[in-house]
């Protein structure tokens, strides 16, 4: 009896996860073709079609109409508690749904440039402490209510006492001054901000909230179903799970957006949503971190990879032992191969860079003066000379990061040290920053620009509580280049910051975040089917030129 | 998820699902066939997990070189490939297979003790204490058993002990339920009772009597609870309040071989096919001890 | 969190009936006041019910308070300053005492308040409104499913046990019982969605919209959940109906009359059998509340056991004592229903005197 059912269970297994997994490439492939004939009908059927051609697109005319049910990660942009910026206390997650609803002031362009969106330009008066950001006219919110320069300067204001981690990281003492101008509104600060407009890029400063539906909702009834002036509105919204929107019919550009509807649903896993996508369940995925699903993902829809602005880093405490000693940490540098791991945990899509930026960063730089490189005997030689070296190496719980710890583990056992992993949850992680006896940590360091985010200040200055490094030399640096409007002067700041922090050897740079995001072919728009450059690990989609041509 | 239900529910009415065949008219060495076959199966699968590693080297199942990341089955030297950081599988899954016996001997033993002391106790007592007891375990048995895991692992951290003592609140009522049926059956027997009468103590009659009649259906049912703890662990991990990886265990091998299902299929299949057999190698050996020596009736 | 539970014997009818016995004396007058035993039986489950409920979110609000981190560290994740952690905690109560919290929400309860959830400050009914449709459409969707699976089956199989169709549903329950359910969902994806794309992988239309859709999106989900189940049902019903068959003196009696096995078993043994069967299925509805959360999450469903583990996570005081609180009145409920079907069921058992 037991062998006969034992057998018979298994087979019985075995062969509904074989038809599974096995014959899914066949079936997809047949679901592909589907698509192109689809798209070949609808194509001879609308011949005629008044929407104007999009900037980005990769020279494919998108047609209007259509829809597109965009998958979602629920562990990280899958779970939105409410969509109100001011309440938003996920904001920097929650990017793509902020973008569609309340459009932009300045949107970050594909040449990796500031768009003005519902803002049409900025100035730098007042010796560059005041910038004036003069607004578009004519703009009305999805309700009809008008997009004036009072409604930006009320949000900006509320901005300033939100809790939510995304307003923009001014390095302020005294509240800025926000005032209403002739056709625009100014915003004071104590000392100069040349990053301003930059960081504007998924902070709550660049998402405008309607004054009059949030009078008229109340807070609570507003996050759930919010009033922008971006290119959707919503339909309904189950936070977490469901957010159905569609055009909005006051949107400024005419022709825009392409798409009548755009869906957002939140997903288990990236295999679930590969899954899904097989299906015709979603049309996109964004942010897809695993290289061996890209390549899945890659076989039967366009897969974008998303030009990166954040390097992973390894940090380390110069306050606890053994890392106050710079031979020690000079160890960790020799020890290190970041080409071997971004060879083998992701295929070497991206350039080993040496600084705190990626290659869509401002201020990029892939070779560092006096960077030290891998060189294993001399790693083992330190060890030795330091007779041992033990630490505990921590990261966040996450897979990618996971197997990077696995790996450095590996790598520096090799040198003859002893790792022991830790990894934590995001509240978990903050808590053991903020003890300040944790020791070295795998991390991400890089934004847009490096003053904003989690950019280098954010990981390298005295005052921020995720730096393990107490430097005043750094700090004017860093603080130098934020005060310097002149771009080639911040560069040269930015260098020597750089050269500073591999001289004192405050830890390695590894090669940038790999963000894919995903379309089913025929369908796309910038960040979907052309590359974007992420503001800190994402890009911010421009949803007003999402398309699908084969709706 | 399977496992959350039937973990509670099999305890609630174990005979009937433990029965699977009648009674066969079988005789000698045949009829124990199937005590047998899983028995040394399940035997030689702890061998391999907890002696086998000791006398002959397999690669370790952490901290595998960056270099062999990623091996597809069957590579020299790794015969079920590597995973994406260069562990070997096999190896993973027989040190895996160690944690998750040992989660599964912490609970079950954990229940059958704890639980089967307070089942008989409660059974011994009668009365007031008897009722109050089993309404409290009630409680717990009805609330949703997955989220009272989540809430343990969640407060004492996500490891290999915490996770025991979180699978333990569940297994230690459903075994006092079975033990406290088993006793309420065996105190009211004649020669029971006419100890009672004559005058012996409460714990020797339990000593004497009861255990020795119940331990057998409590044996039984923690073998076939078994393949349910595993399963548990599994949809634990899979929520990743199981255990932490790099360590691995059958569980968290089947929750993070999931999530790259399509790409590398061997990293889902070689844990959940270890899995099923040693389920049902549980279950037929659960069914054939309760056929040899039987249950309280 | 189950009020006026069954006892553990599920094969002792009187029991399952009875119960009970003796704790309900304070409620005597109730008696007199209604002839009804049956209504007696549901004023009375109902007043026992009401404390209970509030003990399990006691129960759970000291296990949520007993958990490292808060709510504002949880909302606002790892870059946030300790100082925007604090503003936000401030903002949400949180640092008022415990029990000062519990009280408040509590209180509000018996007004007919929820509560608001601290993440986005809806309203806990709204949300609950929202999604409990959704869950209980996928219980009670997966039940029949199980149901008219289970019971076919099991009378096949015993019927002539040891028999092919015995032997290969025995195999197969077993493979279901052994097959985590998230890697079974995901099967079941790749299968119907996927390959023969017969249903949706994903998402869920509202039963006002479309019944047939709605139907259509549900079947996966409550496939998943029913096939497991039915792995469970069909070995405990099977079980059941072979020992009546086997050792009862009524079935003897039929067979003396004349009566063919398939006419004692779907007449007779199965009407036996059903006892047990209901109370196991009416104990563990609260068990089977766990089944969604993965099956919510595979298949995007928007329903309560996803707020629920989601809330828990962020430490969502009100959200997460809500949905308890509502399950725990549906498991109260359920059970309540329980008891009344055995009165159809069992001619015998009535609620007269003796049974309340």
């Given amino acids: 009896m037991f062998i006969g059912a034992g057998m018979a269970s298994l087979v019985v297994a075995m062969v509904l996860m074989l038809i599974g997994t096995g014959s899914m490439a066949s079936a997809a492939r047949s679901h592909d073709l589907a698509n192109v004939a689809a798209a070949h009908t609808t194509s001879s059927a609308h011949t005629t079609s008044s929407a104007p051609p999009c900037p980005y697109c990769g020279?494919?005319?998108?047609?209007?109409?259509?829809?597109?049910?965009?998958?979602?990660?629920?562990?990280?942009?899958?779970?939105?508690?409410?969509?109100?910026?001011?309440?938003?206390?996920?904001?920097?997650?929650?990017?793509?749904?902020?973008?569609?609803?309340?459009?932009?002031?300045?949107?970050?362009?594909?040449?990796?440039?500031?768009?003005?969106?519902?803002?049409?330009?900025?100035?730098?008066?007042?010796?560059?402490?005041?910038?004036?950001?003069?607004i578009r006219k004519g703009v009305k919110f999805s309700d009809g209510e008008s997009f004036t320069p009072t409604a930006v300067a009320a949000d900006w204001k509320a901005d300033l006492t939100t809790s939510c981690s995304c307003k923009p990281t001014f390095d302020q003492k005294t509240t800025p001054v926000i005032k209403v101008i002739p056709g625009g509104v100014s915003i004071t600060l104590q000392y100069v901000d040349a990053s301003f407009i930059s960081a504007m890029q998924g902070s709550i400063f660049n998402w405008i909230v309607a004054p009059g539906a949030l009078a008229k909702e109340g807070a609570a009834k507003y996050a759930i179903t919010p009033v922008g002036a971006g290119p959707f509105e919503v339909v309904s919204d189950t936070p977490s799970s469901v957010l159905v929107l569609k055009k909005n019919p006051h949107y400024w550009q005419t022709g825009l957006p392409y798409l009548n509807n755009l869906t957002f649903k939140s997903v288990a896993n990236t295999e679930a949503a590969y899954e899904a996508m097989l299906a015709g369940a979603g049309q996109a995925y964004e942010d897809i971190s695993s290289p061996s699903l890209a390549k899945s993902f890659g076989s039967h829809f366009t897969l974008t990879s998303e030009p990166s602005t954040s390097p992973y880093d390894i940090q380390v405490n110069t306050s606890i032992k053994p890392f106050t000693n710079i031979t020690a940490r000079k160890a960790i540098y020799y020890a290190t191969t970041a080409k071997l791991l971004d060879t083998k945990l992701f295929g070497g899509k991206t350039p080993v860079g040496e600084s705190f930026e990626a290659p869509a960063g401002k201020f990029y730089e892939q070779k560092v003066p006096g960077y030290i490189g891998y060189t294993l005997s001399k790693a083992k030689a330190i060890v030795k000379k330091l007779g041992g070296l033990s630490f505990t190496l921590f990261t966040i719980e996450n897979v990618q990061a996971q197997e990077m710890d696995e790996a450095l583990q590996t790598m520096y056992e090799d040198a003859g040290m002893h790792v022991t992993l830790k990894?934590?949850?995001?509240?978990?992680?903050?808590?053991?920053?903020?003890?300040?006896?944790?020791?070295?940590?795998?991390?991400?360091?890089?934004?847009?620009?490096?003053?904003?985010?989690?950019?280098?200040?954010?990981?390298?200055?005295?005052?921020?509580?995720?730096?393990?490094?107490?430097?005043?030399q750094l700090d004017t640096l860093l603080e130098e280049a934020a005060g310097t409007t002149d771009t080639s002067v911040r560069q040269k700041y930015y260098d020597d910051a750089a050269a500073l922090i591999a001289k004192e050897a405050w830890g390695p740079f590894l090669f940038p975040i790999n963000g894919y995001d995903t379309v089913i072919h025929n369908a796309g728009g910038p960040g979907l089917s052309t590359p974007l450059a992420a503001v800190d690990v994402v890009p911010a989609i421009l949803w007003e030129y999402a398309y699908n041509n084969n709706s | 998820m399977a496992a959350l239900l039937s973990e509670t529910e099999t305890q609630i009415l174990p005979e009937a699902v433990l029965e699977e065949i009648p009674v066969r008219r079988g005789r000698g060495w045949v009829r124990s066939l199937d005590i047998y076959i899983p028995g040394v199966f399940l035997l030689a699968l702890l061998f391999v997990c907890f002696i086998w590693p000791y006398l002959y080297t397999i690669p370790p199942p952490v901290g595998g070189s960056i270099l062999d990341a990623g091996l597809p089955v069957g590579s020299p030297g790794h015969i079920f490939g590597t995973t994406a950081v260069g562990n070997d599988v096999m190896s993973r899954l027989i040190y895996g297979g160690r944690t998750s016996f040992e989660i599964v001997f912490a609970v079950q033993g954990l229940g059958l003790a704890v639980g089967g002391l307070i089942g008989v106790m409660a059974a011994m007592m009668r009365g007031v204490a008897e009722t109050v007891a089993m309404r409290l375990l009630d409680?717990?048995?009805?609330?949703?058993?997955?989220?009272?895991?989540?809430?343990?692992?969640?407060?004492?951290?996500?490891?290999?002990?915490?996770?025991?003592?979180?699978?333990?609140?569940?297994?230690?009522?459903?075994?006092?339920?079975?033990?406290?049926?088993?006793?309420?059956?065996?105190?009211?027997?004649?020669?029971?009772?006419?100890?009672?009468?004559?005058?012996?103590?409460?714990?020797?009659?339990?000593?004497?009597?009861?255990?020795?009649?119940?331990?057998?259906?409590?044996?039984?049912?923690?073998?076939?609870?078994?393949?349910?703890?595993?399963?548990?662990?599994?949809?634990?991990?899979?929520?990743?309040?199981?255990?932490?990886?790099?360590?691995?265990?059958?569980?968290?091998?089947?929750?993070?071989?999931?999530?790259?299902?399509?790409?590398?299929?061997?990293?889902?299949?070689?844990?959940?096919?270890?899995?099923?057999?040693?389920?049902?190698a549980l279950n037929t050996l659960s069914e054939g001890m309760r056929r040899r020596w039987g249950a309280v009736r | 969190m189950i009020a006026p539970s069954r006892g553990a014997g599920g094969n002792d009818p009187s029991r399952a009936a009875g119960g009970d016995k003796g704790d309900g004396s304070g409620l005597r007058w109730w008696a007199a006041f209604s002839s009804s035993p049956t209504l007696r039986l549901v004023v009375r489950r109902i007043l026992v019910a009401i404390p209970v409920m509030v003990g399990v979110t006691f129960l759970t609000a000291?296990?949520?308070?007993?958990?490292?981190?808060?709510?504002?560290?949880?909302?606002?994740?790892?870059d946030a300053t300790p100082q925007e952690v604090h503003q936000l905690y401030l903002k949400l109560h949180l640092n008022e005492p415990f029990f000062v919290r519990y009280w408040q929400w509590i209180v509000g309860v018996f007004h007919g308040h929820l509560g608001a959830s601290l993440q986005n400050g809806q309203p806990v009914a709204q949300i609950i409104g929202q999604r409990l449709p959704i869950t209980f459409e996928l219980i009670v969707f997966a039940s029949i499913v199980m149901l008219l699976i289970s019971i076919p089956l099991a009378m096949l199989c015993a019927r002539r046990p040891g028999g092919v169709v015995d032997r290969i549903t025995m195999v197969l329950s077993m493979g279901f019982l052994s097959v985590p359910q998230f890697v079974l969902g995901l099967i079941f994806v790749l299968v119907f969605a996927v390959i023969f794309r017969v249903f949706p992988a994903l998402g869920y239309t509202p039963i006002t919209q479309s019944v047939g859709e709605n139907l259509r999106d549900f079947t996966l989900p409550a496939f998943s959940i029913a096939l497991p189940l039915a792995g469970f049902y069909v070995r405990l019903l099977r079980a059941d109906l072979i020992e009546q068959m086997e050792s009862q003196d009524y079935v003897v009696t039929a067979r003396a009359k004349g009566f063919g096995s398939w006419y004692i078993l779907t007449r007779h043994a199965f009407r036996n059998s059903l006892i047990g069967f209901v109370t196991i299925f009416g104990l563990n509805v609260a068990t089977l509340f766990a089944y969604t959360v993965i099956v919510e999450e595979i298949f995007g469903l928007p329903g309560l056991g996803y707020a629920l583990i989601n809330g828990v996570g962020d430490r969502d005081a009100p959200l997460v004592q809500g949905i308890v609180l509502v399950l725990a009145g549906i498991v109260v409920i359920v059970n309540l229903l329980t008891d009344l079907t055995y009165g159809v069921i069992d001619p015998r058992v009535r609620y007269g005197r003796s049974a309340v």
């Fill in chain 2, 139 to 280: 409680v717990i048995i009805a609330f949703p058993a997955f989220v009272l895991v989540v809430v343990i692992v969640l407060g004492l951290g996500a490891s290999e002990i915490n996770l025991i003592w979180a699978l333990a609140v569940i297994s230690v009522p459903t075994f006092a339920r079975v033990a406290r049926a088993g006793a309420v059956t065996v105190r009211e027997r004649t020669y029971v009772v006419a100890a009672e009468l004559s005058g012996s103590k409460r714990w020797q009659i339990a000593l004497r009597h009861v255990v020795p009649n119940i331990i057998t259906s409590l044996l039984t049912f923690a073998v076939l609870g078994a393949g349910v703890v595993v399963i548990l662990e599994a949809t634990v991990s899979y929520f990743g309040y199981g255990i932490p990886p790099p360590g691995p265990s059958w569980g968290n091998m089947i929750a993070t071989g999931q999530t790259t299902m399509s790409a590398r299929p061997s990293l889902l299949l070689i844990p959940c096919i270890t899995l099923l057999i040693t389920v049902i």
């Fill in chain 1, 423 to 472: 990894e934590y949850t995001l509240t978990a992680l903050v808590a053991e920053f903020e003890t300040g006896k944790w020791q070295i940590a795998l991390q991400t360091a890089g934004a847009y620009t490096p003053a904003t985010g989690v950019g280098v200040a954010f990981r390298f200055t005295s005052h921020s509580p995720f730096s393990g490094v107490h430097s005043t």
């Fill in chain 1, 59 to 134: 020279g494919v005319t998108p047609k209007e109409g259509g829809s597109m049910t965009v998958l979602e990660w629920t562990g990280y942009e899958g779970s939105w508690p409410g969509l109100d910026p001011e309440t938003d206390t996920d904001g920097g997650a929650d990017i793509s749904y902020l973008d569609a609803i309340f459009g932009e002031l300045f949107e970050l362009g594909p040449t990796g440039a500031n768009v003005d969106d519902l803002a049409t330009g900025y100035k730098f008066t007042n010796g560059t402490k005041t910038i004036d950001v003069f």
């Fill in chain 3, 62 to 78: 000291v296990l949520l308070n007993l958990l490292p981190g808060d709510a504002a560290s949880a909302l606002l994740g790892a």
